[in-house]
């Protein structure tokens, strides 16, 4: 089961797709208040929404005719660095032999990297541009399978992120981080949110992404989310150690796939991030200096 939020005549409405990418609409603004509902009931988000769905009839549009909008009012992203052994050693050659040896730590440490990625206005959904930073020449998208929380920090479903960075600027120093990963529209999620308890084994995702530059596919390669040194509940207990999480709080949890160290993004690519069960998450790239505040 997966939800989804799309636009119709101007208005913004939340919707279950089941299995069979049947489209059923539910009575609330946002996934937050399906999680608020499910948690005064003291049932699951799933529960719930197949008791809205047993009566109902389906929508006449396919999922592909609607306009998918960002999947939920995220008021906090959040991150996960150097989770993967690739993550980690592009992080070495973007800081050649400055603080190689500081990617290697957080990789075997025992407390993981976490940073603050993204804000809910400055999260975007499925379709709209990304842009690319006018003070860079090395940037690349970063495919990520997020984990939607509660304000208990329970995985309640899981998505698909773009944490889009500059690597030259994390490279000159890691004191740059914030700078290397936030800025406008630099943070895509979507285009659903599956409900965590229809995911099988959520160490057993493939993530692919795929590049495309004036039509021609650039860029493609896949891993799997076995890959992951980390499991998803260690990250998510630092996350919430001293700290305060809001019902649909989203960590990242870090990538597995980098392009080559040649390769940045231009304006006008295309950036198609695709996990099964969740969807495609794309993205058109567009540059600061074209776009108009």
């Known amino acids: 089961m997966r939800i989804i939020k799309y636009k119709e005549k101007g208005a913004v409405l939340l919707a279950a797709v089941t299995d069979d990418s049947k489209v059923y609409a539910l009575p609330y603004a946002d996934f937050i208040e399906l999680m608020a509902r499910a948690d005064d009931k003291g049932e699951t988000c799933l529960t719930i929404v197949n008791e ?7 929508l006449d549009e396919k999922l ?15 991150a996960a660095g150097v989770t993967y052994s690739k993550s980690r050693d592009a992080r070495n050659h973007e800081a050649k032999a400055i603080v190689d040896s500081y990617y290697d730590k957080v990789y075997e440490a025992e407390r993981p990297e976490l940073f603050l990625k993204s804000t809910e ?5 499925p379709n709209t541009p990304v842009y690319i930073r006018s003070d860079s020449n090395w940037q690349i998208p970063e495919p990520e399978l997020g984990l939607v929380l509660n304000r208990d920090g329970k995985i309640v479903g899981y998505t698909i ?7 030259d600027i994390e490279g000159e120093n890691p004191l740059y981080l914030p700078q290397a990963k936030i800025w406008r529209h630099s943070c895509a999620i979507g285009p659903t949110i599956r ?7 959520p160490y057993n995702l493939l993530i692919t992404c795929r590049i495309f530059r004036e039509g021609v596919k650039v860029f493609e390669d896949s ?5 992951l040194k980390r499991k998803y509940d260690e990250l998510v207990s630092y ?17 597995c796939i980098v392009p080559g160290d040649d390769f940045t993004l231009q304006e006008d690519d295309l950036i198609e991030i695709e996990i099964p069960g969740i969807g495609v998450l794309t993205n058109p790239v567009k540059s600061q200096v074209n776009v108009k505040v």
Do not use: C, H, K
Not at 161 to 167: A, E, T, Y
């Open 161 to 167: 992120g773009n944490d889009m960075s500059s690597r």
């Open 239 to 255: 996350l919430i150690r001293d700290n305060q999480l809001f019902d649909g709080t989203i960590l990242l949890t870090g990538t």
């Open 121 to 125: 206005r400055r999260t975007i959904g």
């Open 52 to 58: 809205i769905i047993q009566d109902s009839l389906p």
């Open 64 to 78: 592909e005719d609607l306009s998918l909008q960002l999947p939920i009012n995220a008021y906090e992203v959040w």
């Open 195 to 201: 409900l965590a308890e229809t995911v099988t084994d």
């Open 223 to 227: 891993a799997n989310t076995s890959l």
